[in-house]
């Protein structure tokens, strides 16, 4: 059979023509070498034909216009030499740049997403129309991905949009939606969906009768118009609102940045010039490879079903219910309501319940546009929240989600009461973050109905959702837990039962560790400085202060029940609560929060309070003190393999970006172990055989050095 085409060329009106993107057997439009060629292989036809008034370009496929470029041919290329990577850029650039040469005027009619290599061929098109579809949304993602647009985005925006809009964009790596690129000068226009295509027809006839297409086309393609004094000013203030953002790890946004200021004072052709030859200090680093791997890791998760099983289909969750009404029942009670989902609270407290209630209003009625309450949102949401305290409402549910007290012998007497009233066939959840479901299960007459569904918090923030198999529980119960975490915006990972389950069990060896560095005398901001020079969102001991010291003491002692031939049962932990040392909900931890403080200050009691603890004292380097706190992360990871607590290896590190931010500029925790290699990891572990079973190399990764493997294969 002939291979379809991606691009369809017809003529709705015998002087317009229209390119219409519609990738075969695709759910996105993509923007790969062959449809590139395909692309301007229309261009050349249309070229010569000298009568066209307009030439419009749409996609067919409804809710998405063109998703980007194939960044599977990225990962191709990642070796290429400097001259390949300017010749990529060229390439796209001077096939897009054609759309503003055109013999006519260029509209591009846009529904739905378009963004990164499909946002810069739009904007080279003399005009824009987006449709008002809530999905729509233009932006320049490269700098999430360690790059910057490289077929032309940042000579072309900032001569279409200004330069303050275009730095704005292509350093954030936001999308913007359709009003704003109409505020902005990006869209011409914003209609209804099925009025796109007229629109665009309109368009073309009005800019064909006026010729001010070819004004801007002039303007654009020659310097930028602006003060060398204003010039200065968004140079350094964009910059330091960069680095603010970035911390000096993310190169992409500066090199932007510099690269658009410095175009300003040349021609397109030159500023065109000068972003390929930029793009040479990006493309392929280790940055770049590493930001590449979380899209992959991403991508990977919004197709996974959860269950290796084919035919196993999730259940649909059409009533929701949510036991317990403290801060993580609330937070997983907005989440569904700002998806539009019905749902049921209920806690044995009234007062709680309604309290509850009022806080999530709060939350719900946010909005991200305006950065203020909504009560038009409020309104329009609240009637979805339904609050109970029987437990007949709650067992007509198809889901059951319980988000009570971390204490099994008060689930397990909820399950008693709850289970005999459910249906057959609905589920029941449990959001416990370190209680083992088959403990839990262990008295259910539906162990198989059954599965752990544990939320991250803050919920509103946390993408992570921890989705647990017990020893019993059905496909089709996993199937549906993550069917319907992704239903709410979340990024499920299936993790078989066990302590700590994926995100604690890796956690909790690194936060161990601080305390024996402090054990040894390691100053407190010694032990903060490696973590966050690592790129960890805060310190260990920052952590703990924010857990709560008791919080963080139940887990670790979990863990040492479990493995106390390599967790270290520090005293120091148990000296803090009974001295109320909790942390943040005490006002004193670690840190000092007295004051009502959100970020604690030193403490000056701390160090006399340490005293006890005390042992010998060394002095450690800033490379050994990293990996002390990180190789025991990954030892405990390696033995999650082992044990095949995950299914995949990218789940750890999906799990520990996504879970307790581990940087992603660094790939995740097995991918930056990879960049070290096995064997160069067994060599850093020979200092530390002293601190025993915790710093011994496991058998997997004895074996991966000896074999030369990798955890990406």
Known sequence: MPEKNALCLSFPQKNIAVLTFDMPDKGANILSATVLDELESHLDELENQRDLA?????????????????????????QATEDHIVAMCRRGQTLFRRLSTFPCVTVAAIDGICVGGGAELAIWCDRRILSSRTSTEYGFPEVKLGLYPGWGGTARTPRVIGL???????????????????????????????????????????????????????TWSGTINISETELGFLGVTASAHIRNQTKGKYPAPEAALELMLSGTNVDIEAACQLEAEGMTALFGSPINASLLNIFFLTDRNKKDSGIDE????????????????????????????????????????????????????????????????????????????????????????????????????????????????????????????????????????????????????????????????????????VATAVAHAKRIGKSPIVVNDGPGFLVNRVLLPYMHEALELL?????????????????????PLTLYDVVGIDTAL???????????????????????????RLGQKSGLGFFSYQGNKKRGIP?????????????????????????????????????????????????????????????????????????????????????FKHLGERMKPTPLLLEMAKDGRCFYQ
């Open 310 to 477: 084919n035919g196993v289909e999730a259940q649909d969750a059409n009533q929701v219910s949510v036991i317990g009404a403290g801060i993580m029942g609330a937070g997983i009670v907005a989440a569904h309501l700002k998806c539009r989902i019905p749902i049921l609270m209920t806690d044995t407290n009234e007062a709680a319940l309604q309290s509850s209630a009022s806080a999530i209003i709060k939350e719900i009625s946010y909005n991200k546009q305006t950065k203020s309450h909504d009560v038009q949102r409020a309104i329009g949401l609240s009637p979805l929240l339904n609050l109970t305290m029987s437990d007949a409402e709650v067992s007509r549910s198809d889901l059951v989600i319980e988000a009570i007290v971390e204490d099994a012998g008060i689930k397990k007497e909820l399950y008693a009461r709850l289970e005999p009233l459910m249906r057959d066939d609905a589920i029941l959840m449990s959001n416990t973050s370190t209680i083992p479901i088959g403990t839990l299960a262990a008295d259910l007459v539906h162990p198989d109905r059954f599965v752990g569904m544990h939320f991250f918090n803050p919920v509103r923030q946390m993408k992570l959702v921890e989705v647990i198999r017990g020893e019993k529980t059905s496909d089709n119960a």
């Open 164 to 218: 303050s809009n275009a730095v704005e964009m292509i350093t954030s790596g936001d999308s913007i939606d359709p009003q704003t690129a109409q505020k902005n000068g990006l869209a011409a226009d914003v209609v209804a969906p099925e009025q796109l295509m007229p629109a665009a027809l309109s368009l073309v006839q009005e800019e064909e009768l006026t010729k001010r297409y070819l004004k801007d086309r002039e």
């Open 603 to 687: 403490d000056p009691g701390l160090a006399k309070f340490l005293e006890p603890y005390m042992g010998e004292a060394r002095q450690f380097t800033k490379d050994e003190l990293t990996y002390r706190l990180f190789l025991p992360m990954l030892l405990e990871a390696t033995r999650v393999l082992e044990e095949e607590i995950v299914r995949d290896a990218r789940d750890v590190d999906l799990g520990l970006i996504f879970g307790l931010g581990f940087p992603p500029f660094k790939g995740g925790l097995l991918f930056w172990a990879d960049t070290i290699g096995a064997a160069n990891i067994v060599e850093l572990l020979k200092p």
């Open 519 to 539: 054990s040894e005398h390691v100053a407190v901001e010694d032990i903060e400085r490696a973590a966050k020079s690592f790129g960890m969102p805060m310190g």
């Open 554 to 580: 139940y887990a670790g002692r979990t863990m040492w029940e479990a493995y106390p031939d390599r967790v270290v049962a520090s005293p120091i932990l148990i000296g803090m609560l009974k001295a109320e």
């Open 54 to 78: 307009g030439l419009i370009i749409i996609s067919g496929k409804p809710g998405t216009f063109i998703a980007g470029a194939d960044i599977r041919e990225f990962v191709t290329s990642l």
